[in-house]
């Protein structure tokens, strides 16, 4: 048997069992009519950074299932005048939280967390550390148009070394026979990031890394970032940005993934994240699906 999830803190405490159940339930959430899996549960968004896409589809899929939803945010609550973070979660949790949907700049946040606080944590982005939600949406649109993940090659470019994008991702994937390619300047992939999982190797040459790529997941990059680093915004442009010509050295079927916030011509040109090869809109789409199941499953209820 299966050890039940009780928290979704990072990809490398999930089995293969769990990731594939998570997928599986996610495949077969309908967002026409949903379970209502989890009525009369609440679940609490406590983000204490920026975020569009996790917080609104972690939200819509709590209420798709039928719970109800609260956000937390510091310029509204008590973290503005100085309260901890355990002390924030014991809160949450006693007001009646059956789960808490956490992100947090610090790395190990969720992690703290879910050791003081006696509800589900799911960590929706630990600063740099893990973004496990974010990975298993990614391994759902892949597998939408791949048939099997096993042999494929995930070109990840971008500014790896800040990503919890990129580490989830390559945790989940490589550990079902995917060969992931992290791609960018050195002080972005350091030689470093390749020792991250069996099955990751770091190339600083997109023109080379991108040949026979059946997927490539371009990463937000931070123009400030590069200031005082060796490479100036034009230049990374120049070395890095995935534009229609580059997307001809990937296999002709490759599709193209961006976590979001996509910032258009730097990373990609317009063209490219418009274009037919594009899962962007697909992505973000999936990403309610796979969070429905996310919390289904945090909650006992799958
Ligand atoms: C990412 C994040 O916040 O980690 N976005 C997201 O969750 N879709 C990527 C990023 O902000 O660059």
């Given at each position: 048997m299966k050890p039940q999830l009780r928290s979704l803190l990072g990809i490398s405490q999930l089995t293969t069992g769990q990731i594939e159940a998570i997928l599986a339930l996610a495949r077969r959430?309908?967002?026409?009519?949903?379970?209502?899996?989890?009525?009369?549960r609440h679940v609490a968004l406590l983000f204490y950074e920026a975020s569009t896409r996790t917080r609104i589809s972690f939200e819509f899929a709590a209420k798709a299932l039928g719970a109800t939803t609260t956000q937390v945010t510091p310029t509204s609550s008590s973290i503005e005048k100085g309260e901890s973070l355990i002390d924030t979660g014991w809160t949450v949790a006693n007001v009646g939280a059956d789960a808490i949907v956490m992100r947090h700049p610090n790395s190990g946040a969720a992690y703290l967390l879910a050791r003081y606080v006696h509800v589900p944590i799911v960590n929706a982005g630990d600063g740099m550390h893990q973004h496990p939600s974010q990975a298993l949406l990614d391994a759902l649109t892949i597998t939408n148009h791949k048939?099997?993940?096993?042999?494929l090659r995930v070109v990840i470019v971008g500014d790896v070394y800040h990503s919890r994008v990129a580490r989830s991702n390559a945790e989940l994937l490589t550990r079902f026979g995917v060969d992931v390619v992290f791609c960018g300047p050195p002080d972005f992939v350091p030689e470093i990031a390749a020792t991250l999982a069996p099955g990751v190797t770091a190339c600083h040459d997109l023109n080379i890394a991108l040949q026979g790529a059946d997927v490539v997941m371009a990463l937000r990059v931070q123009k400030e970032r590069l200031?005082?680093?060796?490479?100036s915004v034009e230049e990374y442009i120049a070395e890095y940005q995935v534009t229609p010509l580059r997307m001809?050295?990937?296999?002709?079927?490759a599709i193209l993934m961006h976590p979001g916030p996509v910032i258009r011509g730097m990373e990609v040109t317009s063209e490219v994240a418009d274009g037919p090869q594009s899962c962007i809109h697909e992505q973000v789409r999936n990403g309610v699906k796979t969070r429905m199941a996310i919390l289904a499953t945090v909650l006992g209820a799958a």
């Open positions: 959430m309908d967002l026409k009519r949903p379970p209502q899996l989890l009525r009369n048939k099997k993940l096993q042999g200031v005082n680093k060796q490479l001809r050295l990937a296999k002709p079927d």
